[in-house]
């Protein structure tokens, strides 16, 4: 056969190849369209949800300032190295030794005296406890969060923070090594720190003097310079306008003779400042948590005192402790989250929420029908509101209450309620 048959038969292959393609793929397309249009017709789209009972709080962050009853603590003796006799935060009874002080002054060795010091009372505490590995999820997070915040304060020049976070820093470390066991022989381990202190002291000189509590009460061996200004004697007359000055005050200089600060009374508060409508959320509560920052602690507190601004849409709210919890952080100001609420009902997304009749409501399935219940919202919030049946009456029904409860019934426990779908209505069968 001749070249030129061949050219030929291949043109026509390929010509009846292309046209069988084209012709399945519009086939398929067609098939595609139709399909597509009769599912979206034929099928529900429901996302459903049942009505089942669930808790949710309200919570508010605001900075916090602290407010206790205290006053600084000087010495007579200038200059050197002030090395803490008593834990800080400790206890002490009037005329009890709560420092000494060194002739030479040297911040390094004081601040590894205090992490020292710290570290012995950790494995002191926990010398007796049960030494089985633990999760450490909790610690490993903080021990995160310290190191980032330690970048941070670096960056921002905050030297003196950044030391602070260190210390605590290496207390979540060896928090640690004490729940997964790497620590074994506490006596060992306190022995070896000892021996440090003891170098360390021997480095500091001769001893010039010591300081004792001049009345008892509570020692801390830092002092911000407000305690005067954020004295706790201020708060049953404080007005609004007089907090706001009080965050508007000067550090009051205590120069270098101040080891620290005394506070004489178990009782300390937190004052934060917030909207009047948040305010309201405390009225009748005696009682909430609030979770600290900085210590990672959350403490049970009265709620003292609500200083409304007047006139204003502001409001001053005052929080009273009576536990001095050991190894908290008391920085004058810092930002807390407070639960100033709690929401007990069905947990629905906003979106299952429509009004018919004039009333609230959620379309819910029973088997195969649509039906419509009432809804009594009682909290919203990131999409989702928090919502109960009929709510309870004072008094006695009227006839025409009644029949809406009866023509719109409330939602119920288990009602498999829809979130999402075309064309609902009361009675709709849905096959």
Known sequence: MSKKFFDRFDKQYLKRVAVYAISCVLAFGVI??????LVA???PGLELVDAIPT?????????????????PLYTSTSGGSVVSAVRDGERVSINSKVADIYSYSSPEIENR????????????????DNRSVQSTAGIDSKIFEKVFDIRSLCEDGSYADAISAKRQLILEIKKRSILTGEIEDYDLQIAELQREKNALMANLGALLGSVYAPKSGYYFADYDGYGIAFSSNKIDSMGYDDFIAMTNSDEVSYGTNCIGTMVYDYRWYIACEMSK????????????????SYSGEELTMDVYRIIPQTPGDRAVLVFKSEKMP?????????????SAAEYTGFELPIEAVRVIGGYEGVFVLEEVTVEFRRINIIYEDNG???CTGKPESDGELSGAEIADDEIYPWIALNDIVIVGGRDLYTGKIME
């Open 384 to 386: 989702v509101v928090i």
């Open 41 to 43: 017709k034929l099928s």
């Open 277 to 292: 409508t948040d305010a309201a959320y405390f009225l009748d509560v005696k009682k909430c948590s609030v979770m600290f």
């Open 55 to 71: 808790t949710v709080t309200r919570t508010i962050t605001v900075d916090a300032y602290v407010m206790r009853n205290e006053e």
């Open 326 to 338: 050991s190894d908290f952080d008391y920085t004058r100001m810092q930002p807390v989250t407070i």
């Open 32 to 37: 595609f369209y139709i399909g597509y249009h």
């Open 113 to 128: 005296l205090d992490e020292i010091d710290e570290q012995i009372e950790l494995l002191q505490k926990n010398k007796a």
